[in-house]
């Protein structure tokens, strides 16, 4: 297995994540979207790395008590390697001085984000209703407390 590095997103990394972003995603956003993440005045955007190139990449935000993960997503031939655990794990370690919690939404069938989600400490918290498109889907809200 090839050693994991989770290091902070510059500009030159966004076509690898876009292709990332568009693998994962039915609604993915665009390298222009990426782009003005790097610059977010609470946000943080890390992206793993091994030997081949950015294999996964976690945006997220926290400003004050409450972090929220927008995006994580991993390249399809580098899942169940650990990288979306030190993603999540990497993005706590940014925020844990201020933040008291941790929330993010999941797609009710996203049954192997769910699972990573709870083996870090996330717990189902409520159900939003329709929240995703293409398809439509609820969406289910997951916190972690620090």
Same mark, same amino acid.
């Given at each position: 297995?090839?050693?994991?590095?989770?290091?902070?997103?510059?500009?030159?990394?966004?076509?690898?994540?876009?292709?990332?972003?568009?693998?994962?995603?039915?609604?993915?956003?665009?390298?222009?979207?990426?782009?003005?993440?790097?610059?977010?005045?609470?946000?943080?955007?890390?992206?793993?790395?091994?030997?081949?190139?950015?294999?996964?990449?976690?945006?997220?935000?926290?400003?004050?008590?409450?972090?929220?993960?927008?995006?994580? /997503?991993? +390249?399809?031939?580098?899942?169940?390697? !650990?990288?979306?655990? @030190?993603? #999540?794990? *990497?993005?706590?370690? %940014?925020?844990?001085?201020?933040?008291?919690?941790?929330?993010?939404?999941?797609?009710?069938?996203?049954? /192997?984000? +769910?699972?990573?989600?709870?083996?870090? !400490?996330?717990?189902? @918290?409520? #159900?939003? *209703?329709?929240?995703? %498109?293409?398809?439509?889907?609820?969406?289910?809200?997951?916190?972690?407390?620090?």
């Amino acid at each position: 297995m090839n050693k994991i590095i989770i290091r902070n997103v510059c500009g030159n990394d966004i076509p690898q994540i876009a292709e990332i972003e568009l693998d994962s995603f039915t609604d993915p956003w665009t390298e222009n979207a990426l782009l003005s993440q790097i610059s977010e005045k609470y946000g943080i955007f890390l992206a793993a790395e091994n030997c081949c190139g950015i294999i996964g990449y976690i945006i997220g935000s926290c400003d004050g008590e409450n972090a929220f993960i927008e995006k994580i /997503a991993v +390249k399809n031939s580098a899942r169940k390697q !650990g990288a979306g655990k @030190a993603l #999540i794990n *990497k993005f706590i370690s %940014e925020i844990t001085d201020n933040a008291k919690q941790i929330s993010l939404e999941v797609r009710e069938s996203n049954f /192997a984000a +769910k699972a990573l989600y709870f083996s870090v !400490g996330f717990e189902a @918290a409520g #159900i939003r *209703k329709n929240l995703y %498109e293409f398809p439509k889907e609820n969406g289910i809200v997951m916190i972690k407390k620090l």
